[in-house]
């Protein structure tokens, strides 16, 4: 069973800290990882993709990917208040010759003033 | 543009009624998906799409069958509803076939369906 792990939470934090948002995953051959956020009462809205091992930054928001823990993070700078909401971690992983996406249970996260 | 539009937004049912939840995308893209969200449970693929003209089961089929009609249409049907399909229900699409494995997903805003 292919499986996509995240703490469910809630991860409380300040305004202006750093969120640290984490998923860990089974198939090593999986070749791409998303992170997507999920208001309450929303469809998921994609925010951040990372291919490669390493570090990729877009504004406020860091995706860090770890082929070799089988592990991908997503850092948010400086949280606002409108950041509360579901992060969905996406893993694809190939089958019969397609790559379908994996989805975890998702990380509630609470920015509060 | 209207990306993903999914049809009702609102549904109840008797246990034992059938019906077609309708998703359309206009973005040209290849791929579709169908998920189902249950709280705790995160979103559970129920078929997909890879290209026009196929489609292949995912982790939860049972209960559902799935019409692509055309590149921009992809249909879910509920032949005989049960309480535990309750659920919401999200219609997704991908830009390329999903034979590429870098594929973020393009979400329609859901169907709430509740069965009694």
């Known amino acids: 069973q292919k499986e996509v792990e995240q703490n469910s939470g809630p991860l409380s934090v300040p305004e202006g800290a750093i969120a640290s948002l984490n998923c860990t995953y089974s198939?090593?051959?999986?070749?791409?990882f998303f992170w997507y956020r999920q208001y309450s009462g929303k469809s998921p809205e994609l925010i951040m993709s990372?291919?490669?091992?390493g570090d990729k930054e877009d504004g406020r928001f860091t995706a860090q990917l770890n082929k070799a823990s089988q592990y991908v993070s997503l850092l948010i700078r400086d949280s606002q208040p409108s950041d509360s909401a579901t992060y969905l971690c996406?893993?694809?992983?190939?089958?019969?010759?397609?790559?379908?996406?994996?989805f975890g249970r998702g990380t509630s996260l609470i920015v509060h003033p | 543009n209207a990306g993903v539009t999914q049809t009702p937004k609102f549904q109840v049912l008797k246990t034992g009624q059938s019906m077609t939840l309708q998703c359309a995308q206009d973005?040209?893209?290849?791929?579709m998906y169908w998920y189902r969200q249950d709280p705790g449970m995160g979103l559970r693929l129920i078929y997909y799409?890879?290209?026009?003209?196929?489609?292949d089961k995912g982790e939860v089929p049972n209960g559902y069958n799935v019409s692509r009609l055309n590149k921009r249409e992809f249909s879910l049907r509920l032949e005989s509803a049960a309480p535990s399909q309750t659920s919401v229900y999200f219609c997704?699409?991908?830009?390329?076939?999903?034979?590429?494995?870098?594929?973020?997903?393009?979400f329609g805003d859901g169907t709430r369906l509740s069965i009694l």
């Open positions: 997704a699409s991908s830009e390329r076939q999903a034979t590429f494995s870098n594929q973020p997903q393009h």
């Open positions: 198939d090593r051959g999986s070749q791409s």
């Open positions: 990372i291919y490669s091992n």
């Open positions: 996406a893993v694809t992983e190939p089958s019969g010759g397609s790559y379908i996406p994996t």
């Open positions: 973005m040209n893209h290849n791929s």
């Open positions: 799409s890879a290209s026009e003209g196929t489609t």
